[in-house]
Structure formats: C-alpha cells, structure tokens
Antibody, heavy 122, light 107 residues
Framework: QVQLQESGPGLVKPSQTLSLTCTVSGDSISSGSHSWTWIRQPAGKGLEWLGRILISGSTNYNPSLKSRVSISLDTSKNQFSLKLSSVTAADTAVYYC??????????????WGQGTLVSVSS | DIQMTQSPSSLSASVGDRVTITCQASQDISSFLNWYQQKPGKAPKLLIYDASNFETGVPSRFSGSGSGTDFTFTISSLQPEDIATYYCQQYDNLPFTFGPGTKVDIK
C-alpha cells in the first residue's frame, strides 16, 4: 500500500522560500504513469492544486502562483519536492502531497500524505 | 481556469436520509470529474472518479452521476461516519480545480 509523508519547516519568514519534501513508500515514483502532485488548503478553506511532475520530468504548475513554484523529483530517494518562493501570509496553509493515478484519459488523486501545516510569519 | 461550484455549501440531515450534492463546471468537462471526502484534520479521500466510478473499498451508498457541466453526488442512506466535507474536482483542463466543498452533518 502506497504511503506519502510530507516533511519540511513548519514556519517560514515572509519573502523566503518554502521547501517541502514528500517521501513515497510502497511504490516507486519511477514506475507507472503516475503524477506526483502538491495541493494546499488554507485553514477553513478549500483545496488548491499547485502543480505536478511526471516521471518524464515534465511539470505543470498553477498559473495563479506565477513563476514562484517548482516541483522536482529525486528518484534515488523516492521523493519529490516543492519549492515556493517569495512567500507571504497568503501562503499559510496545510500542504498535501498526493499521487495522481492516470489510466488512459482518467486522472485522480488516490493516495495522499497526511498534510503539513506551513505558517508564513516573521 | 475552469470554475467549479457546489450546492449546497452545507447541509444537515438525519441518519438514513438520502443526501444529494450538486457540482457545476463553468464549461463542458465531459465526465472528467472526481469526488473526495474530507474529515476534519484529515487528508481528502477519493470516493468517485470519472464522474461515476467507485474507488475500491468505497461503500455502495455513495454514488456519482452526470456529464458535461452538471454532476450529482449522492449518499443513499446517511451514516454518522459520513460527517465530512465533500469536494468535486475537474481534471479536464489544467490547472485542476476543486469545488468549494459541501459540509455534511447530522441533524
């Protein structure tokens, strides 16, 4: 059974870069046609898709984040990472990593990490 | 971006009641819609994919239907463990987008 676990600082100062890592167990991020995705949720609010990376290295990002976001893979550690630069208080949220299962034209998030709260404050 | 709306935003129903949530997309998304359940303090959990297909292990009281712009999620007989917020999510176009959620509780 695949498991995902987010890790990283829980507090980031404004204007700095938020960095999170998702460690995957029970599945190889190098195999299959999965996507590896980051989603966030501000307290009491809805879900926002931030972006994804495929095993090919191809990435897609939410344009709302402009050029602040990047996602990368480390296949040797079976991890993928999120970097979000120039953070403000509006980036305070619970950040989830998730696996996107892709079957033909269908894609859905079938496994999620437990989420990690990142607060942006000086 | 494709905008997703849900109604109602919250509802209260009795155990055993039939509960229906609607989700509307701002443009035709065919059947490219998923439904998730999120309990307080927990990550979302996939229930329905591609509008009407059950994820493995999901109780049969949950179902989904629809295509194009209008979709429905139904709990045929509400159980106490169904207390949660339910989200629809489109995957027709990037960026993937979620509805604002429908909070379900017990009357």
């Amino acid at each position: 059974q695949v498991q995902l676990q987010e890790s990283g600082p829980g507090l980031v100062k404004p204007s700095q870069t938020l960095s999170l890592t998702c460690t995957v167990s029970g599945d190889s991020i190098s195999s299959g046609s999965h996507s590896w995705t980051w989603i966030r949720q501000p307290a009491g609010k809805g879900l926002e898709w931030l972006g994804r990376i495929l095993i090919s290295g191809s990435t897609n990002y939410n344009p709302s984040l402009k050029s602040r976001v990047s996602i990368s893979l480390d296949t040797s550690k079976n991890q993928f990472s999120l970097k979000l630069s120039s953070v403000t208080a509006a980036d305070t949220a619970v950040y989830y990593c998730a696996r996107g299962r892709r079957v033909e034209w269908i894609e859905f998030f079938d496994s999620w990490g437990q989420g990690t709260l990142v607060s942006v404050s000086s | 971006d494709i905008q997703m709306t849900q109604s109602p935003s919250s509802l209260s129903a009795s155990v055993g009641d039939r509960v229906t949530i609607t989700c509307q997309a701002s443009q035709d998304i065919s059947s490219f819609l998923n439904w998730y359940q999120q309990k307080p303090g927990k990550a979302p959990k996939l229930l329905i994919y591609d509008a009407s297909n059950f994820e493995t292990g999901v109780p049969s009281r949950f179902s989904g239907s629809g295509s194009g712009t209008d979709f429905t999620f139904t709990i045929s007989s509400l159980q106490p463990e169904d207390i949660a917020t339910y989200y629809c999510q489109q995957y027709d176009n990037l960026p993937f987008t979620f509805g604002p959620g429908t909070k379900v509780d017990i009357k």
